[in-house]
């Protein structure tokens, strides 16, 4: 394979990705790297098919620095601190966990428990 690149979309954003043949995937994938096999599924596959597919490929050099660069954000501990007694704002929030006020507010919104000072007055 020609080390080819890949540009895959999903709901976490775009990963790029870097064609491998097999060798070099199980070299990446023995020294701890995240190896993806990219196969077309639909409903006329079989397990041979899956057993004989090609197409290994993992993260660009590039991709795997920007990524590492990324903070983690536990969603679930956000929505737990706000709803917790006694309330806690948004900066509090985001001060405790090292992150911005306007991140914990953004996922305040997507869960639908976010309420807005300005607007309840």
């Given at each position: 394979?020609g080390?080819?690149?890949?540009?895959?979309?999903?709901?976490g954003?775009e990963?790029?990705?870097?064609e491998?043949?097999?060798k070099s995937?199980?070299?990446?994938a023995?020294?701890?790297?995240?190896?993806?096999?990219?196969?077309?599924?639909?409903?006329?596959t079989?397990v041979?098919d899956?057993a004989?597919?090609?197409?290994?490929?993992?993260r660009?050099?590039?991709?795997?620095?920007t990524?590492s660069?990324?903070?983690r954000?536990?969603?679930g501990?956000?929505v737990a601190?706000?709803t917790a007694?006694?309330?806690?704002?948004?900066?509090?929030?985001a001060?405790?966990?090292?992150?911005?006020?306007?991140t914990?507010?953004n996922?305040?919104?997507?869960?639908?428990?976010y309420k807005d000072?300005?607007?309840?007055?």
């Open positions: 394979m080390g080819r690149i890949c540009r895959l979309a999903d709901e954003g990963l790029m990705l870097k491998l043949d097999m995937a199980v070299d990446r023995w020294n701890g790297d995240n190896i993806y096999l990219l196969i077309k599924l639909d409903d006329q079989t041979r899956l004989c597919a090609g197409g290994f490929c993992s660009t050099e590039e991709e795997k620095a990524r660069n990324v903070k954000i536990d969603h501990r956000i601190l706000d007694e006694p309330p806690r704002s948004p900066q509090w929030i001060d405790d966990l090292g992150i911005s006020a306007q914990v507010i996922h305040l919104k997507k869960e639908g428990i000072k300005e607007a309840s007055e």
